[in-house]
């Protein structure tokens, strides 16, 4: 199989744009604030370049996947709301709510703003440190008194002659990153789980028609059989085994109800609304419609899934975390001052000569610290590559739920059209065995095969019909929702 090389080149490049482009928008003030200083030691710090640090990702990929169907890979790739291909206006309605309401997207929501929040304090070494004090004193010694009034500004700045603060702020940017990826990762699976829970719920409704349809068709048997046991023309034994057949149906119900009721009571989770307060109008799983979709080739999934695009940032934020960590090795450049005025009478506090200013300039080498700078290097380097196999790792498992939701969809579709088919045919034989029962020329026995025949074959054909919606759903969320040029997903978040 081929190799990603010359993907991985591509990848690169887009990565770098990515990753510029979020450092544009997040890290654009204090840039602005440093620029006089990064042009100033430019040539100085040729040889520290941040972003050079990235491992090699070495991943396997194939040209095509190998339950794709034939013909064009692009043909029918996921929309941006993809959902509404089910042709289910409640199914979109509550899509829609549970993208406005979940509470576990909120909460994706609000690490954002922490996130955001820690670029700023990752920042903050960048600009330079100000503050303003202000004293007055009164000093008795050796029976004076004096007095002494200052008013001063302090400033503080560390030259970041090595990368180590800017490291760690791409590195809160990357986190940042991560955080946004994190939402659309949370979105996704919410609304997959919002269509599955409705695919379970209209299910079980199925079930519970069938059920009552065969419980029907089992009483109406049962009278017969009754009459006939009546009549001397039918055994106790006879009897029986049809009033077990009816017990059995109708025992079938509370099971089906339990199960609608819980899936209605998750379904109002997911759109934040109390149970009690929520209902669902279903209908049958035989009303929606599987749309259409393509997977398009295996690269192309490295830029749609959101979980990918996840373990991308977290690997490139881990990077540039070891970046700053062997960073910390080398000196550190303090720069400080003080100016203010300082007087004896405060009439003269802000005369010319009370004014002063102090300025100073610190270096500061680690000699020995119990090998404590040696350790974090080494910490920063191990959770790089632990981020480097979670992001191959995720790769290659985005491959494997493609491959799996392709296959499941192809032969659950063609289990539907198989199990459909044993359904007329054991419709067919019950009515033909009722018939005859009716006519008294048939055998009690295949009377009650023929009735076991297709309440088996008719339940068993709702279970593939929710296999399928089920396989549908799981491979729009292999293939990571709608897709866009960018590779983003889009949601109601925005």
Partial sequence: MPTITSVRA???????????????????????ASALSVLALSSALSGCILGSERP???????????????????????????????????????????????LDIAVAIAQIVQADAQVGVSGA??????????????????????????????????????????????????????????????????????????????????????????????????????????GGTASQLDLSQQESLVATQRAAIPPLEVALGQNIAALAVLVARAPANFTVHGGSTKQIIVPR?????????????????QAEAQLASSNFSVEAARAAFFPQISLTGTTGFQSAALASLFTPGAW???????????????????????????????NLQVYRKAVLSAFADVEKALLALQQFTLQERLQNDVVIASRKAFDVAETQLRGGTINLITVLQTQQTLFTAENNLVLVRLNKLLAASSLFQALGGGWTPSGTLVSLQQ
Wanted: glycine share 6%; proline share 4%; hydrophobic share 45%.
């Fill in 10 to 32: 591509v990848q690169r490049i887009l990565a770098h744009a990515r990753i510029t482009g979020a450092r544009a928008r997040l890290g654009g003030k204090w840039r602005a």
């Fill in 56 to 102: 090699e990702l070495n991943l396997d990929m194939s040209d095509a996947y190998r339950a794709a169907p034939k013909g064009d890979a692009d043909a029918a790739v996921p929309v941006l709301d993809w959902w509404r291909g089910f042709r289910s206006g409640e199914l979109t309605a509550l899509m829609e709510a549970a993208q406005i309401y979940n």
């Fill in 125 to 230: 070494p960048l600009l330079p440190s100000v503050s303003g004090n202000a004293s007055a004193e009164a000093l008795r010694t050796a029976g004076k008194d004096t007095q002494l009034y200052n008013v001063n500004l302090s400033a503080s700045y560390m030259l970041d002659f090595w990368g180590k603060n800017r490291a760690l702020l791409y590195a809160a940017e990357e986190n940042a990153t991560v955080a946004r990826y994190n939402r659309e990762v949370v979105i996704l699976t919410t609304i997959v789980t919002v269509a599955n829970t409705y695919f379970q719920i209209l299910a079980a409704q199925d079930e519970l028609r069938v059920t009552r349809q065969n419980l029907a068709a089992a009483e109406r048997i049962l009278g017969l059989v009754r009459n006939q046991f009546n």
């Fill in 293 to 309: 979709v393509t997977p398009g080739l295996p690269s192309e999934l490295l830029y749609q899934r959101p979980d990918i695009r």
């Fill in 356 to 386: 002063f200013y102090t300025a100073a300039a610190s270096l500061t080498q680690p000699i020995f610290d119990g090998f404590l700078l040696e350790s974090q290097l080494k910490q920063a380097k191990g959770v790089q590559l632990q």
